[in-house]
C-alpha cells in the first residue's frame, strides 16, 4: 500500500512563497503518476498540479501556472520519491488544505474528447493526511 506524508504548509501574507513536500513510498507509489489537490472551507477537492513518475512531465491547474511548479526527487534505490510543489506569489484564494495522492486507477488526468481535466479523487488509491496553507490579504 502506498504511504503519503505531506509537510511544509504554514501561514503567509499575499505574495508570499510556501513549499510542500509528499515523501511517497510504499507498494504502487511509483505508478503513473502523483497528484496534488487542494480543499478550500465548504469547497469540493480540486487538482492543483501532478507529475508523470518516469517521464517527469508535469500539468498544472489554470489558477496556478506561472505561480507553482511541481517536481520529484527519487532515492536511488527507488524506494522513495518526494514530490515538492513550490508556491509563489500566493493569493488569499490558495487558502485551503494540500493533499498529495498516489497510485491512480488509469492516471492522474482523464480526457474525453478532446477535454481533460484532473482524474476524481475515487480513482486515487492512497491519499496523504493534508497540510493546512493559509495565506492573508
Known amino acids: 500500500q502506498v504511504k503519503l506524508v505531506e509537510s511544509g504548509g504554514g501561514s503567509v501574507q499575499a505574495g508570499g512563497s510556501l513549499r510542500l513536500s509528499c515523501e511517497a513510498s510504499?507498494?504502487?507509489?511509483?505508478?503513473?503518476?502523483v497528484a496534488w489537490f487542494r480543499q478550500a472551507p465548504g469547497e469540493e477537492r480540486e487538482g492543483v498540479a501532478f507529475i508523470y513518475r518516469y517521464s517527469g512531465a508535469t500539468h498544472l491547474a489554470d489558477s496556478v501556472k506561472g505561480r507553482f511548479t511541481i517536481s520529484q526527487n527519487i532515492s536511488e534505490d527507488n524506494t522513495v520519491a518526494t514530490i515538492t510543489l513550490q508556491m509563489n506569489n500566493l493569493k488569499p484564494e490558495d487558502t485551503a488544505v494540500y493533499f498529495c495522492?498516489?497510485?491512480?486507477?488509469?492516471?492522474?488526468?482523464?480526457?474525453?474528447?478532446?477535454?481533460?481535466?484532473?482524474?476524481?479523487?475515487?480513482?486515487?488509491?492512497?491519499w496523504g493526511q493534508g497540510t493546512q496553507v493559509t495565506v492573508s490579504s
Open positions: 495522492a498516489a497510485d491512480p486507477r488509469w492516471g492522474c488526468q482523464i480526457c474525453n474528447g478532446g477535454v481533460c481535466d484532473f482524474a476524481p479523487e475515487r480513482d486515487f488509491g492512497g
Open positions: 510504499g507498494s504502487n507509489y511509483e505508478r503513473n503518476c
